[in-house]
């Protein structure tokens, strides 16, 4: 790279000099503008090769009946019409929704509750192995986990061991393969994922949060409760922010978990729009269809994320 | 004091109850791969005679040698091109502040949230067109693209904060911005080249959509990919199908262990940015 300042003349005092704005120490300014720009090409040329390019492809894929092959048939909006009436993709994104709840609500819900629990234990050695140990399931392959626990809920599996233990075995079953209890099934994967690191995010929260404020609530004779609802969880705003955000993304664009752990079944069951757009793209060969499903997807996401973006980026009290 | 102790008493029933409920999963895999090939394994069951060759026999189905050295030249692939072009981006926009920078940041951040199923398909035309697909470049080139939005977002944070007094030292004492950026800035971006790097890789291994799209042949995968192909193969046989399972997931676990603290420290910093 060439140099934009190279031949300005150095030495000690000139250091501590202000630049006196020259013509020709403008012309050096832009210059190094233009040099600046270099550096921001290569990440921008990739971005723009492999998701903008794409990102246009897929709104353009949208408007056609295409089946990857042949002639491309322009249509309209045709697939998004589909994808808005009929029955089947209605209930795919259904169950996208329903997945908001396990892969969301419950991790943030459960690690809240954890999280003010152990709030002054996580310290010390017993904290990092705590941690550590919390991680792991953001740490392994997704697509391990879906085999974990398809296992542990399979007819002979450890949730089944324990119910017929419990001398409940009415109700043990292949959990994924039943109609009623496969999408939660697939919901309580998502939620084991992510319930650590929502704990590990809150519990980082929590340790910021001034022991003042506890102090002054404890005098004022908040009970526990009071004290949650009135110090911790406003000053977790930000942090459950975060939580929701990178939760409800999961649940959203969920593939790997459903992949391999029932893909997509019993019926249409626990189909999610990833699975979908997948099968629509790749095995129908229905490019159209599934490229206007991966445009709902995506303003379906941004549809849930801006709106806690911009509730938990507000003034912290 | 007797109220603390209480809390102390119920905080650690709890964080037990919580390990407990994230490493049973594991345990059950184990109980279940140690068993005699052929049999049904129970759930949660220690084997009398616990069958340690399984893992090598999984080890060689699952053609481990081969699986490990695709995931490791995906991973070279991605993650030092990614972080030198996203720490050089970061660079341009945080503190030499490029002209038009506001507008190309903003371009940036619209991939953020993007479900990568929203691009998988046109990216399978047009790996087939530029004749990649089934190489390791099918998911190499278009990972560092998609990547490119958080570790942008991720370096630009890093360098905002940098004083510019910093750099306008430099330059008056006649350092090229080549210079400034390799010898002044990259130093001391080091921490948040490292957690970005952490990243990069975790998200690289792990990689299972892009993997499967648009790559057929399993050994020139990513090891989450490569899983997805053996599971396939050996779904009904579950003694072999954990123990492979376990065998595919023992490296990140290594690596994991071995930087344990910045891992969580990246994870962390990671999810409160994105």
Redesign the interface.
């Known amino acids: 790279?060439?140099?934009?300042?190279?031949s300005?003349?150095?030495g000690r005092d000139?250091?501590r000099?202000r630049?006196i704005p020259t013509r020709a120490h403008r012309f050096r300014w832009a210059r190094?503008?233009g040099?600046?720009?270099?550096?921001?090409l290569?990440?921008?040329v990739?971005?723009?090769?492999?998701?903008?390019?794409?990102?246009a492809?897929?709104l353009q894929?949208s408007l056609y009946n295409w089946n990857?092959i042949g002639v491309a048939r322009w249509v309209g909006l045709e697939n998004y019409l589909t994808v808005f009436t009929d029955s089947d993709l209605l209930k795919i994104i259904g169950n996208a929704i329903v997945l908001i709840v396990f892969f969301s609500f419950i991790p943030v819900a459960l690690g809240l509750?954890?999280a003010s629990?152990?709030?002054?234990?996580?310290t010390g050695a017993f904290g990092?192995v705590?941690?550590?140990?919390?991680?792991?399931?953001?740490?392994?392959?997704?697509?391990?986990?879906g085999?974990?626990?398809s296992?542990?809920l399979s007819s002979?599996?450890?949730?089944?061991?324990?119910l017929r233990a419990l001398g409940l075995g009415v109700v043990a079953r292949a959990w994924l393969g039943d109609f009623d209890t496969a999408l939660p099934a697939v919901g309580v994967i998502g939620a084991?994922v992510l319930?650590?690191?929502c704990?590990?995010?809150l519990v980082?929260g929590m340790s910021k949060i001034d022991p003042a404020l506890y102090e002054a609530a404890r005098l004022d004779g908040a009970g526990p409760v009071r004290e949650f609802l009135a110090v911790t969880l406003p000053s977790l705003r930000q942090?459950i922010g975060?939580?929701l955000?990178?939760t409800i993304?999961a649940a959203?664009?969920s593939?790997?978990i459903v992949?391999?752990s029932t893909s997509g079944g019993p019926g249409l069951q626990t189909t999610v729009?990833?699975l979908e757009?997948?099968r629509l793209?790749?095995s129908q060969r229905q490019?159209g269809l599934?490229?206007a499903l991966?445009?709902v997807?995506?303003l379906l996401?941004?549809a849930c994320?801006l709106p806690i973006q911009r509730l938990s980026r507000g003034e912290k009290p | 004091m007797n109220l603390s102790r209480r809390e102390q008493v119920t905080g650690r029933v709890f964080l037990i109850a919580l390990i407990v409920v994230t490493l049973l999963p594991f345990v059950s895999m184990l109980s279940a791969a140690l068993q005699p090939r052929g049999t049904v394994p129970n759930g949660l069951e220690w084997p009398s005679d616990p069958q340690w060759g399984n893992f090598a026999d999984a080890f060689t189905a699952a053609n481990m040698g081969a699986l490990l050295r695709s995931s490791l030249l995906i991973v070279a692939g991605v993650v030092p091109v990614s972080v030198l072009i996203a720490t050089m981006a970061g660079f341009g926009l945080g503190q030499l502040r490029v002209p038009g920078g506001r507008f190309v940041f903003g371009l940036f951040l619209l991939g953020l949230t993007l479900p990568f199923e929203a691009v998988v398909t046109p990216l399978y035309y047009q790996m087939q067109d530029l004749g990649l697909l089934n190489t390791r470049w099918a998911i190499i080139l278009p990972l560092i693209g998609l990547y490119m939005p958080f570790a942008v977002f991720w370096m630009r944070a890093h360098f905002t904060n940098v004083p510019v007094e910093l750099s306008e030292a430099a330059r008056v004492d006649g350092s090229s911005t080549w210079q400034l950026f390799w010898r002044v800035q990259v130093p001391l971006a080091r921490p948040a080249i490292a957690s970005l790097t952490i990243l990069m890789f975790l998200w690289t291994w792990n990689q299972f959509l892009l993997a499967i799209v648009l790559v057929d042949d399993a050994t020139k995968r990513t090891m989450a990919g490569a899983l997805g192909a053996f599971q396939g193969q050996w779904g009904t046989d579950l003694v072999l199908l954990c123990a492979g399972s376990l065998l595919i997931l023992t490296p990140t676990l290594i690596v994991f262990l071995i930087f344990q603290r910045q891992f969580i420290k990246a994870l962390i910093q990671g999810s409160v940015k994105g």
């Open positions: 790279m060439t140099s934009a300042l190279g300005a003349p150095t000139s250091r000099a630049p190094a503008a040099t600046g720009w270099l550096y921001v290569p990440a921008l990739m971005y723009a090769v492999f998701v903008l390019r794409p990102l492809l897929t894929y990857g509750l954890v629990m152990v709030r002054r234990i996580t990092t705590v941690r550590t140990i919390l991680f792991l399931p953001q740490v392994i392959p997704l697509v391990a986990a085999i974990a626990w296992w542990l002979n599996g450890l949730i089944n061991q324990v084991w319930l650590g690191l704990t590990i995010l980082t942090e975060v939580c955000t990178v993304i959203l664009a593939f790997d992949y391999i729009p990833g757009i997948y793209a790749f490019v599934a490229s991966a445009v997807l995506m996401v941004l994320v």
